[in-house]
């Protein structure tokens, strides 16, 4: 049963929806909605984060649980779930567990009420390319956020006015919210008092200040400055300390950005590691090659020659050594890059210009039929497969089964949340993305 349909309603799915409908849901979204691409719209971040918040708690199933059936308040309200056996594992899920980012104190019959003491958080997800993280890049974020509002000091009162005790909840700024989770169970929440939006106290319209109107707080423009660090990875968090929201008489939050690595049409990585696929061509296999293999992140060629006399076998894998990523604080000391080399057969056009006979006396002589020759021979047609399918029978984990390459770098348990966006572009026939040849 749902209580509470409004992160649905973000995502705009109904709350009936797969785990699948609300990955599809969010991407096509958070492609909409980025701030980037909304640049006059002062709700842009907001609208972003919310919509990054409510993927986050429904995405995860155990969230997701507790907010069907408590809401909100299940998840970071005041008092939480009253029987929710993981309460306080979420609340360290959802806050880090941050020293100082909440404080407990006991307000009711021994249960314990969570009160901030800063200001709110602010968590971004921030897109970076594998050039961001190599180069390292420093980028000008235009935000608003909330300030104690300077002309009523954050009273939100006109002059000496003074708020009165909501009657409603009765000045606490809670109420008892009563709730059926079955059919035998009834759930207690404590749900913030609408009236008084949990302060306790009523400003009457006239009291209000005129400035902030009775918010006690502004919209204030701040252009913030975010440092992606080389070698920085994967869901690291860049803290831009006391420059999120602030609320009257408590310290600002901060805005966190959490970096989400895109794919990159070249480079895989693992840790410090990067991998690469090159193209060469069957002469290159063959007679050697001298030439620029690949664009480094820099943008530099890097160039290798093949030791002489040596003959190259597709899937070939050589080392670069110190050509991998930065170490984040460490930036001098780098990790190897991986090359495979993927041989390139001659096309067919190519095959129909040349000399068949005299390419038959340069090649190796084709194989004879095995000796000796089995009692029955079967003539069976050549037709062309794909290897995807078989695994996708095989294995019902999935088909790119044996195909994952280093999910661990797009962020952990997330590997197929960009994968659609690729295959937007590519030709995917479910195996590892391909290399740009050189
Ligand atoms: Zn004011
Ligand atoms: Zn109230």
């Not at 779930?81 to 609340?91: E, K, M």
């Not at 060469?280 to 620029?292: K, M, N, P, V």
């Not at 000391?333 to 057969?345: A, H, K, P, S, W």
Request: net charge negative.
């Amino acid at each position: 049963m749902t209580l509470e349909t409004e992160l649905y309603d973000v995502l705009g799915v109904p709350s009936t929806a797969t785990g699948d409908d609300i990955k599809k849901a969010y991407r096509k979204k958070a492609r909409n909605l980025h701030p980037d691409k909304n640049p006059n719209d002062p709700d842009a971040i907001r609208n972003f984060q919310e919509l990054g918040a409510a993927y986050e708690i429904l995405n995860d199933p155990n969230t997701r649980e507790v907010y069907d059936t408590y809401g909100m308040q299940g998840l970071a309200g005041p008092g939480g779930p009253q029987d929710g056996p993981d309460a306080g594992d979420l609340f360290a899920q959802f806050f880090g567990g941050v020293p100082g980012g909440f404080s407990f104190e006991f307000g009711g019959p021994g249960r314990p009420f969570r009160k901030r003491n800063k200001g709110e958080d602010s968590v971004i997800p921030y897109d970076v390319s594998l050039e961001d993280l190599y180069n390292g890049k420093t980028v000008k974020v235009n935000m608003e956020k909330e300030v104690e509002c300077g002309v009523c000091k954050g009273s939100g009162a006109k002059g000496s006015a003074k708020a009165k005790k909501c009657v409603t909840c009765d000045g606490k700024g809670w109420k008892h919210v009563y709730s059926q989770v079955s059919t035998v169970r009834i759930a207690t929440t404590r749900g913030s008092c609408n009236d008084c939006h949990g302060a306790g106290e009523i400003l009457r319209e006239k009291d209000r200040c005129k400035k902030c109107k009775g918010e006690k707080v502004v919209q204030e423009k701040t252009r913030q400055e975010v440092h992606v660090e080389r070698g920085m990875r994967d869901g690291q968090r860049i803290v831009l300390a006391g420059a999120g929201d602030q609320e009257p008489g408590l310290p600002p939050g901060d805005v966190i950005f959490v970096l989400k690595t895109q794919r990159h049409e070249s480079f895989e990585r693992s840790g410090s590691d990067l991998l690469a696929t090159v193209s060469i061509t069957l002469s290159e296999a063959i007679l050697g090659f001298d030439r620029i293999l690949i664009n480094h992140l820099d943008g530099r060629g890097v160039r290798v020659a093949s030791p002489q006399g040596k003959v190259i076998t597709s899937g070939t894998t050589i080392i670069l050594r110190n050509e991998g990523m930065p170490t984040y604080k460490n930036p001098d000391m780098r990790g190897n890059l991986y090359i495979v080399l993927d041989v390139e057969m001659p096309g067919e056009d190519w095959m129909g210009s040349v000399d068949h006979k005299a390419l038959a006396a340069l090649l190796p002589p084709k194989k004879a039929d095995i000796e000796p020759l089995p009692e029955i021979v079967d003539k069976v047609a050549f037709e062309e497969g794909t290897l995807a399918e078989v695994r996708a029978r095989s294995f019902p984990a999935g088909s790119g089964f044996f195909d994952q390459a280093f999910p661990s770098q797009y962020g952990e348990g997330d590997e197929n949340d960009w994968e659609d966006e690729e295959g937007d572009e590519d030709e995917d026939d479910g195996g590892p993305p391909e290399c740009q040849p050189q």
